[in-house]
């Protein structure tokens, strides 16, 4: 299995960023997936889950209203639109795969997102 994820970059506050992660080896559209992300010194943190059909999403308080997570199916690909970022926002973001919803089996690389002030 696995998890690609691109998209990151350098930019500056209250600027958006598209992330995508592209999964192969998996059947994805019955897998529930996930964003997390991880800053130096702290903790991984979750921030948006979606259900295999697309039918539903969830996401952390930290991002409620600014980021929206998406799939297609058709292209084993799952997206993460971040709008209004934040310096706080600043870390390694990567997806995860799951068949349980909240229990993620599968990670993979991350793509680095910074937010400048």
């Not at 059909?53 to 929206?68: D, E, L």
């Not at 229990?103 to 997102?113: C, H, N, R």
């Amino acid at each position: 299995v696995q998890l690609q994820a691109s998209g990151g970059g350098l930019v500056q506050a209250g600027g958006s960023l598209r992330l995508s992660c592209a999964a192969s080896g998996l059947a994805f559209s019955r897998y529930n997936m996930g964003w997390f992300r991880q800053a130096p010194g702290t903790e991984r943190e979750f921030v948006a889950a979606i259900r295999w059909s697309g039918g539903g999403t969830y996401n952390a308080a930290s991002v409620k209203g600014r980021f929206a997570i998406s799939r297609d199916n058709a292209k084993n690909t799952v997206y993460l639109q971040m709008n209004s970022l934040e310096p706080e926002d600043t870390a390694v973001y990567y997806c995860a795969a799951g068949l349980n919803w909240g229990d993620y089996t599968y990670s993979g690389q991350g793509t680095q997102v910074t937010v400048s002030s």
